[in-house]
């Protein structure tokens, strides 16, 4: 299990939570929800590469379930005609960044120098 409190310290994962957080760390993903969903649990994850996309998150009580339900409002409204285009990154640019094919070895020497 995961605490998705931002103040939380994460130890001793389970595999699952550490492939999770490996996976949204790989592709800069944050997770939305941040109020308890079912007592004092996260269970509903809303999971997003761009933050500018999710501009609210309410999470309410209904007397049909011990669930909260959540609410996600987008920045972006799906039902529009436009279709929009991804924005064009510049080579140079941080997304256009591969860390696999860094060469750790010569940057921790450049930073050794001191």
Known sequence: SITW?????????????ELLLEFMSEHLSSQF???????DNILDLFISNS??????VLASDTGMSDH??????????????NISTPPAFQEQSFRSLDF????????NSLLSRG
């Open 5 to 17: 409190n931002p103040a939380s310290e994460l130890t001793s994962l389970s595999d699952s939570a």
């Open 100 to 107: 696999a094919k860094a060469d750790y070895d010569q940057i």
């Open 33 to 39: 929800i941040a109020t308890p969903t079912r007592k």
């Open 51 to 56: 933050a500018a996309l999710v501009s609210h």
């Open 68 to 81: 909260r339900i959540i609410e996600i409002f987008l920045s972006h409204d799906p039902c529009q005609p």
